[in-house]
């Protein structure tokens, strides 16, 4: 119990130490890229008004870059930013995507959405790839281990952005087949639909999102998983197992699957930023109002609180997920110990 309380807590000062440097690396750059990053919110409310109207934006725009800290040095201004959040827990307000709106409750408000997405999508792939990877595993080189090799590899060779366009022109309203809604996860719900229509209403909304996540990771996943088992059902004790008479499933499940683990658990580590991030371009596609067209607004609009926001939000939860994965290395390897690890 020493060694664990030790090994987390070196482990969770070098996640911050690392994810301060993620931070001060982000802003940085952001400080650095060319263009005024108050000019976009500036034009994007003027009109065409007269002489003192635009004296009046420019006005607001150096008050803008005061309250931004850009009047300032990068490394002042980051100073300001993290002092803000450490004594306040303060993160700013968005000044482009929604003006005056704390960037807590714009990521709050959209996280839900990007939640159920994504784990719908991750649980889709584990459930498919992972029996998929252990039978062409555990039969290399046989037909379905080459149809399925060939298939996944098409698979992920297929741009996410080509796909949800070719789904949403030929099986949305106006399509070839317009079996499912265009945008959006909420039905359009009209008066006397029963409980189970409803339900059914809003997974046919979920069906080709999910799938736009989902096919590129079960290609990978099932080639991960495929490899491993073949790595281990070469070693001398599954030979010793089958040679004793254990049933095959018994050999493959409880010997040959549990020693693959270690892989699980590492891909694991990514699935915790995977589950907020969501798909920038699924969900520009098919006009979903998730984390992954928050982070497409800010970065087009170059907003700096929110997009700090995001890259604290995403580092941590890489970090956290990294620091998981390494504490589940001890439970499926006893090879592993926290001892050997301080």
């Avoid at 996640?15 to 001060?24: K, V």
């Avoid at 700013?92 to 959209?110: A, F, H, M, Q």
């Avoid at 499933?249 to 892989?263: C, E, K, W, Y």
């Amino acid at each position: 119990m020493h060694g664990l309380s030790f090994y987390l807590l070196k482990r969770v000062a070098l996640a911050l130490l690392t994810l301060f440097i993620i931070l001060f690396v982000s802003y940085l750059l952001l400080r650095l890229a060319p263009g005024d990053p108050t000019r976009s919110s500036m034009l994007s409310s003027q009109g065409a008004g007269s002489l003192s109207s635009e004296k009046g934006e420019l006005v607001k725009n150096d008050s803008l870059r005061e309250k931004l800290h850009l009047d300032k040095p990068p490394y002042v201004g980051f100073y300001l930013w993290m002092k803000q959040i450490l004594l306040h827990g303060d993160f700013g307000t968005s000044v482009s995507v929604d003006k005056g709106r704390p960037v807590t409750e714009l990521i709050l408000e959209r996280l839900p959405v990007t939640l159920r997405l994504n784990i719908m999508a991750i649980l889709l792939t584990y459930l498919l790839a992972i029996p998929m990877g252990i039978l062409a595993g555990v039969f290399p080189d046989s037909r379905y281990d080459k149809i399925t090799t060939l298939l996944l590899f098409f698979l992920y060779s297929l741009p996410t952005l080509w796909v949800a366009l070719i789904l949403q022109a030929t099986l949305c309203k106006g399509g070839f087949l317009p079996l499912f809604p265009l945008k959006g996860l909420e039905p359009e719900l009209t008066a006397g639909l029963s409980t189970w229509r409803i339900i059914g209403e809003t997974l046919m909304h979920y069906v080709l999102p999910v799938l736009c996540l989902t096919y590129g990771g079960f290609a990978g996943l099932s080639r991960f998983t495929r490899s491993a088992m073949m790595d281990v059902m070469k070693q001398d004790y599954i030979r010793t197992a089958v040679a004793k008479g254990m049933p095959p499933v018994d050999v493959i499940l409880s010997h040959a699957f549990r020693n693959t683990l270690v892989i699980m658990v590492t891909l694991f580590a990514g699935l915790l930023p995977a589950l907020v991030s969501g798909s920038i371009l699924v969900e520009y596609v098919f006009n979903i109002p998730g984390m992954g067209s928050l982070s497409m607004m800010a970065l087009s609009s170059r907003d700096i609180p929110l997009l700090m926001t995001l890259f604290a939000f995403g580092g941590a939860l890489t970090l956290a997920g990294m620091l998981l994965a390494d504490i589940l290395y001890v439970f499926v390897d006893p090879r592993i110990s926290f001892q050997s690890r301080v």
